[in-house]
């Protein structure tokens, strides 16, 4: 008999241990793929369930979270102080930085973005302008899809040479592995040292609708090498890139975005500084074609004079 209230006594203990722990810890609601969320347990049979910050847009932590979510909650959540990556002319520039995307149901890009000076501009897939700046009057008529991306990087150095086939497959292993992306979407690996470039190739007609985008694992790897990991726990968030058992350490990442149609923009583009460039290369081309003309006509002129004097001289000669 005495047993009992000494039993009661302990389950009384343990329900106000399970009580005082976190929720997280009681049903470990979280979601693997995008630490940017906030998850909870509710519905029927208490499924987790996970939204983005910013949005509040449902996710599914089984795949990559869309770019546009990602990039919205980075502005309503806590602030890192860094902005987007920086390509070269070859492509589109996206000098813009962090800014607050606006999103469909979906997670996509809309195609015309404005800020809250009612600016707007058109964006490709991944959300970089491709167009020039305008009011709210502005019209983006279609989304274009980004379908060729380039990442360029260096790496600092190893022990001993890289051999370019073990990268090759280290890196396609990466993405298929960590990022879920088909291997037919990573188009070719090169390298020269210290340099290594990444392509990435997915038409629309290509990505079926379980696929992961490559923008998306274009994203999802950039922050991995900023050190920024968007995974959650379980390992996942160490972001360990090694060849042939020696840490592989990534740096300098430029990432190229090529869309399915041109962008459009003007000679507003220019910066200042190409503008000054170019009307110097002008002033100089015009001023080689003046002294160019000026030279040409005092030879002609010379050579007129020669004439002149040569017709005198053989009318003397004709008349003696």
């Known amino acids: 008999m005495a047993r009992g209230p000494g039993l009661a006594l302990l389950a009384t ?15 470990n609601c979280t979601c693997a793929t995008n630490k940017m969320t906030m998850c909870s347990r509710s519905g029927p049979g208490g499924r987790c369930q996970c939204q983005a910050i910013g949005s509040g847009i449902e996710v599914d932590c089984s ?138 190739r997915q038409n629309a007609s290509q990505k079926s609708p379980g696929d992961v985008d490559i923008g998306d694992a274009a994203y999802y790897f950039e922050r991995d090498v900023k050190g920024e990991s968007l995974f959650h726990g379980g390992g996942r968030d160490l972001f360990d890139v090694r060849v042939r058992g020696e840490p592989l350490h990534l740096e300098g990442t430029l990432i190229y975005y090529l869309d399915e149609k041109p962008p459009e923009f003007s000679m507003k583009r220019l910066t200042a500084g190409l503008i000054a460039v170019i009307v110097v290369v002008v002033l100089a081309l015009v001023a080689g074609l003046v002294v160019l003309v000026i030279t040409n006509r005092r030879k002609s002129g010379k050579y007129k004079k020669v004439e002149i004097k040569e017709m005198g001289e053989m009318r003397k000669e004709t008349g003696s």
């Open 13 to 27: 203990l343990l329900l106000l241990a399970v009580a005082a722990r976190p929720a997280g810890a009681q049903d």
């Open 63 to 200: 795949r990559l979270t869309s770019k546009c979510l990602l990039l919205k909650a980075r502005m309503h959540g806590p602030k890192s102080g860094r902005g987007l990556v920086r390509p070269s002319q070859h492509a589109i520039v996206d000098n813009d930085g962090l800014y607050d995307p606006d999103c469909d149901q979906d997670g996509r890009f809309k195609a015309r973005q404005c800020n809250q000076t009612s600016e707007c501009w058109c964006v490709n897939s991944v959300g970089v302008r491709r167009t020039d700046k305008g009011d709210l009057t502005l019209r983006c008529d279609e989304l274009v899809r980004t379908h060729h991306i380039l990442i360029d990087m260096r790496h600092r150095p190893t022990s001993r040479p890289l051999n370019h086939s073990d990268l090759d497959a280290e890196l396609r292993r990466l993405f298929r592995e960590r990022y879920r992306l088909h291997p037919r979407f990573v188009e070719a690996v090169h390298y020269e040292n210290p340099t290594i470039q990444i392509e990435l």
